[in-house]
């Protein structure tokens, strides 16, 4: 969470003087270079450093480009199923409301991101109730393919978002 605090703060500032599509992009690079590196069997243990590294980079790339999850992922994606979500939904629920605050502060989050939220909370909905079976598979050992793919898909999505 400290890594986090620092990155979210980080990131706002970054907001401030960097195009946010120019440092989206160049995020979203840097998650799939993470994620080729991750399958060429480099691996990251949590030690504290890495942890505080991940923390930051998830705290700026949460506030500026929306994809905070895969640095922390990546990090932690060799953990049980159970240690993984317990992580990593404590760390995103204050996590969000850092960056959530962070955006106010610097006036890029208003209505318009309030009522995209409220077209995703939907998906929210059906993603939580669909846990219960999804997450029984998962951890019968696709647990780490699924963190790597969903990184990948996120740093696609934010590329392709922000190149169109």
């Known amino acids: ?20 599509q120019k440092i989206s992009i160049v995020f979203g690079l840097m ?3 993470a994620v080729f590196l991750s399958i060429s069997g480099l691996r990251l243990s949590p030690t504290p450093g890495n942890e505080i590294g991940a923390g930051t980079l998830s705290g700026i790339m949460a506030t500026v480009a929306a994809i905070g999850g895969p640095p922390l992922a990546l990090i932690y994606q060799n953990l049980n199923g159970s240690q993984l979500r317990g992580t990593l939904s404590g760390i ?19 209505l318009q991101e309030i009522f995209l939220a409220f077209i995703l909370f939907p998906g929210i909905l059906i993603g939580f109730l669909l846990s219960r079976f999804i997450t029984k598979w998962l951890d019968k050992g696709f647990l780490r393919p699924a963190v ?3 990184s990948f898909i996120s740093a ?3 590329i392709l978002r922000n190149i169109f």
């Open 31 to 33: 998650v799939l270079l």
């Open 1 to 20: 969470m400290l890594g986090r605090f620092l990155g979210t703060f980080m990131g706002a500032v970054i907001l401030t003087i960097v195009p946010q």
């Open 92 to 110: 995103f629920v204050l996590g969000t409301i850092l960056s959530l605050g962070a955006l106010v502060s610097v006036g890029k989050f208003g």
């Open 156 to 158: 696609i999505s934010v």
């Open 148 to 150: 790597l793919i969903v």
